[in-house]
Structures are given as C-alpha cells and as structure tokens.
C-alpha cells in the first residue's frame, strides 16, 4: 500500500519561506506524477503544482508562479515543494498526491493522498 508522508509546515512570517517534503513509500515511486494542492479553512482544495514521473514536466498555479518550486529526488522517494515570498493567503493546509506517470491539476485525478501539513502566514 502507497504511503505519503508530508513534512515542513510551520507558522511563518508573511515574505518567508518554507520546504515541504513528500515522502512515499510502499510503491513505485519513479513511476507517480506527483502533486502538491492545498485547502484553507472553509475553502475547496486547490491545485498548487505538480511534476512528472521523470521532472520533465512541470505545472503551477498562477498564484504560486515565480514564488513556489516543486522538485522531486527519486533516489529517496522524496518530492518537494519550495515555497519563497510566502503571503499570508497562502496560509492552508499542504497535500501531496500521486498518480501514475503524466500530471494533473484536478484533484479528482490522483489516487493516493497524504494527510497533510498545515501551514500558516502571518503578517
């Protein structure tokens, strides 16, 4: 059974930045396109980006353009999601997902879900 795994939220200032990791288990994990969507209270999960199986290919959100970067390690089973310039709208709960092989950016396409880490902006 796949496992995902999130770490790195925090509480963090308004213009800071924070590293989430993903780390996934009991799977193939070269083989999963990998996303990272988020949920602020009261609000519907929402795309963030997301990358290929290989990296080649990658896709964000226009709020997050310029200021996130999603990466992956496939060495350790590991995608990563850099966040700079954070503003306090970005203040959510953080889930990875997978699916096989080519993204998505709704999230009714992946399969399997992490728990989730909160993150918090403050001004």
């Known amino acids: 059974q796949v496992q995902l795994v999130e770490s790195g939220g925090r509480l963090v200032q308004a213009g800071g930045s924070l590293r989430l990791s993903c780390a996934v288990s009991g799977g193939s994990f070269s083989a999963y396109a990998m996303g990272w969507f988020r949920q602020a209270l009261g609000k519907e999960r929402e795309f963030v980006a997301a990358i290929n199986w290989r990296g080649g290919v990658i896709d964000y959100a226009d709020s997050v353009k310029g200021r996130f970067t999603i990466s992956r390690d496939n060495a350790k089973n590991t995608v990563y999601l850099q966040m700079n310039s954070l503003l306090p709208e970005d203040t959510a709960v953080y889930y990875c997902?997978?699916?096989?092989?080519?993204?998505?950016?709704?999230?009714?396409?992946?399969?399997?879900w992490g728990q989730g880490t909160q993150v918090t902006v403050f001004s």
């Open positions: 997902a997978a699916r096989p092989l080519s993204i998505g950016t709704h999230a009714r396409v992946y399969d399997q």
